[in-house]
């Protein structure tokens, strides 16, 4: 693909692979309220290498079953709507982009440090009264930019790469200084490629730069990457942690021991995250 500039990211996103759409229908069905099972587990049976993943993580150690689930109905009834969403979302988007031996950017650690800051969106979310589902996605997703440059534009990448290294940076100071924009831009308009709702394209572009008008999933995506940052969960391709919006956390009616509280069941859901990987 050509060198990445403001004037032509339009277009060179335009070219980038769509979304399956065995992916695309179902994360439209997991959207509806009145989705039932069974339509939702015919979907999922299209496609094949997602009803094994299921299946795998239905009778995985982490949820301990004494017996074997052997159909997709089953499975779907035992994990419930809410983790079907976790595992279509994260495997279909990382189903984008296959393995690479570039060892410049870890893609490992940068799923572990997404997925992580999906579950602690989604943690958050449910104790702020927002969607748990959208926040997971929000998370999953918030630098999704960086992924996009490295699979696909690694020459720039390898210009941000170096900027960092050479000047112990944010990576996203680096996309700047390098590019003139950073990920939170190419990932907001990737998200509106594959057709993702409005408010997950909002937070992807504004979880950075906080505007005095800015939604609350934008702010607690912010806070929960920081707050993954902070616990090493994962990497996102620089080792600093940037500054807490404190407003924000006022905002959304978070303070330090209600984190605190959060942060078993972050760690016990950020376990999940080995699963959806593999």
């Known amino acids: 693909?050509?060198?990445?500039?403001?004037?032509?990211?339009?277009?060179?996103?335009?070219?980038?692979?769509?979304?399956?759409?065995?992916v695309s229908q179902l994360l439209t069905l997991l959207q509806r309220d009145d989705v039932a099972?069974?339509?939702?587990?015919?979907?999922?049976?299209?496609?094949?290498?997602?009803?094994?993943?299921?299946?795998?993580?239905?009778?995985?150690?982490?949820?301990?079953?004494?017996?074997?689930?052997?159909?997709?109905?089953d499975a779907g009834a035992m994990l419930g709507v809410h983790t079907l969403y976790s595992i279509v979302t994260a495997a279909g988007i990382m189903g984008q982009f296959p393995?690479?031996?570039?060892q410049?950017?870890?893609?490992?650690?940068?799923?572990?440090?997404?997925i992580g800051v999906g579950v602690c969106a989604q943690v958050?979310?449910?104790?702020?009264?927002?969607?748990?589902?959208?926040?997971?996605?929000?998370?999953?997703?918030?630098?999704?930019?960086?992924?996009?440059?490295?699979?696909?534009?690694?020459?720039?990448?390898?210009?941000?790469?170096?900027?960092?290294?050479q000047h112990d940076c944010l990576l996203r100071d680096a996309e700047q200084a390098v590019l003139g924009f950073d990920h939170t831009v190419i990932g907001a308009r990737v998200?509106?490629?594959?057709?993702?709702?409005?408010?997950?394209?909002?937070?992807?572009k504004h979880h950075h730069t906080l505007l005095s008008v800015v939604s609350p999933l934008s702010e607690l995506v912010h806070v929960a990457d920081i707050l993954?940052?902070?616990?090493?969960?994962?990497?996102?391709?620089?080792?600093l942690i940037p500054v807490l919006n404190m407003a924000a956390m006022k905002r959304l009616g978070l303070d330090w021991m209600l984190l605190a509280n959060c942060l078993d069941e972050i760690e016990k859901l950020n376990r999940f995250s080995d699963l959806l990987i593999a």
């Open 37 to 73: 099972m069974v339509e939702l587990m015919e979907a999922i049976g299209r496609d094949q290498g997602l009803a094994v993943r299921i299946l795998r993580i239905a009778n995985s150690p982490f949820y301990g079953l004494s017996t074997h689930i052997a159909s997709l109905n």
């Open 191 to 204: 998200a509106r490629h594959w057709k993702l709702p409005e408010p997950v394209t909002n937070a992807i």
């Open 124 to 165: 958050l979310a449910r104790h702020g009264g927002l969607d748990v589902e959208v926040a997971f996605t929000s998370g999953l997703l918030h630098d999704i930019g960086k992924l996009v440059m490295a699979a696909y534009f690694e020459s720039d990448f390898s210009q941000v790469l170096a900027y960092r290294d």
């Open 228 to 239: 993954c940052r902070a616990l090493d969960i994962g990497h996102g391709g620089d080792d």
């Open 99 to 102: 393995p690479t031996e570039d």
């Open 104 to 114: 410049s950017f870890d893609r490992l650690s940068f799923w572990k440090h997404a």
């Open 1 to 22: 693909m050509a060198s990445l500039n403001i004037n032509n990211l339009d277009r060179e996103v335009r070219e980038l692979p769509s979304l399956s759409v065995v």
